[in-house]
């Protein structure tokens, strides 16, 4: 054994994790080389080397909480790539109008099949509501129904949801709520998707940036978008949904958050994943609605979200022999890769899961919250 191995090795037992175990956590590595390329490229190495069928774990998801809780990434390198991404986050803007539209051409424009065969119904591509139920579909209707009830729904109301995915929010909103819904997206597949599913309801998608918005709305909705809008724009952000909001209108974010202020995701993720994507804390979402909005209500549901990504690994891998005429075995592991940690992200408290209600500033709001 080298010392960059013994190295390695010692700091995953720092984390409790074996080499060779048998236990979750553990790991089995068929390539030395995944110590030095680990220790020299950190989260990016560690992806790419699992991709490469470098090494395996008992369970992915364990192995990743494990070393999250005990912070192991502040003792590995950073490659060029993660070191090029946080100077480009300093120094200019990451989700400027051209450049958010990267992460729906590579991510949000895969194959139809590969979010059909993996997500309910509604195709909601976040985090479900476990509350009484154990499955996928009936926990996504119960989020789609919490946020309706959050924001006061009530018939005719004339909603947005800025970032509308698949359309199953505005389809779930027009059903069974009877709003008049307008739906935005950057993403050409998206929005196909959606306006098939939404035909002949009172529902109007659209291909626009958020930063093009017309018209006034009762309600606003965004759901697992602010992510990719960027610490240089929440500002921007917030004073768009202001402008556009109702004077007794409310607002409701859904969002991934980090513990800590940051300017970019982890650097497997920005390439592979969500590229110039970007998770907020609370502190960022505060300062961005200071003046604009009030925050009326805040709950965390980052439990859920473990649970929802276990649904949709399972999935997956039910439905890989049918995607895999797409995608080869290089892919199943990027993305396997992709649910997993992230799930053992939640699962170490390292990310949450925030749904939080506004009003508009200085309007008198007797907002009582749901859960």
């Avoid at 699992?50 to 090494?55: E, I, L, R, V």
């Avoid at 779930?172 to 098939?196: L, M, P």
């Avoid at 556009?244 to 650097?267: C, E, P, V, W, Y």
């Avoid at 200071?290 to 473990?306: A, E, I, K, P, R």
């Amino acid at each position: 054994m080298n010392r960059i191995e013994s190295t390695a090795r010692g700091l995953l037992e720092t984390a409790d994790v074996h080499v060779g175990g048998n236990r979750p956590q553990d790991i089995h590595v068929h390539n030395t080389d995944f110590y030095c390329r680990v220790l020299a490229e950190g989260s990016l190495g560690l992806g790419e080397s699992y991709m490469d069928k470098w090494w395996n774990a008992n369970a992915l998801d364990s192995f990743v909480e494990h070393v999250l809780r005990a912070n192991l990434q502040k003792h590995v390198r950073w490659n060029r790539h993660a070191l090029w991404a946080v100077l480009m986050a300093k120094v200019s803007n990451r989700q400027t109008r051209e450049r958010s539209k990267e992460v729906a051409k590579q991510h949000y424009d895969l194959s139809p099949e590969l979010y059909e065969s993996m997500l309910d119904p509604y195709k909601q591509y976040t985090c479900a509501y476990y509350d009484g139920t154990e499955e996928l579909n009936a926990a996504q209707e119960k989020k789609l129904d919490l946020i309706c009830r959050k924001l006061q729904l009530r018939e005719n109301d004339r909603v947005l949801d800025i970032g509308c995915g698949w359309g199953g929010f505005t389809r779930f909103a027009a059903e069974r709520y009877g709003c008049n819904v307008t739906g935005i997206s950057i993403s050409d597949e998206q929005i196909k998707y959606a306006r098939t599913s939404c035909e002949g309801l009172p529902v109007d998608i659209q291909n626009r940036d958020y930063r093009n918005l017309k018209g006034t709305y009762d309600k606003i909705l965004t759901c697992g978008m602010l992510e990719h809008v960027g610490h240089k724009n929440h500002r921007q952000f917030f004073q768009v949904v202001h402008d556009h909001l109702s004077d007794d209108g409310l607002f409701l974010l859904q969002t991934i958050g980090g513990n800590k202020r940051g300017t970019m995701t982890d650097a497997f993720t920005d390439k592979y994943i969500f590229p110039n994507g970007e998770l907020p804390c609370i502190a960022q979402i505060e300062e961005a609605r200071t003046g604009f909005l009030t925050l009326q209500d805040v709950q965390n549901l980052g439990v859920h979200y473990s649970k929802t990504l276990s649904a949709w690994h399972e999935n997956f891998l039910a439905s890989w022999p049918r995607i895999a005429q797409t995608y080869d075995e290089r892919f199943r592991r990027m993305f396997e890769y992709y649910l997993l940690s992230f799930k053992g992200a939640f699962d170490a408290g390292y990310l949450q899961l925030w749904q939080l209600v506004f009003s508009k500033a200085g309007r008198v709001s007797d907002y009582r919250g749901v859960r």
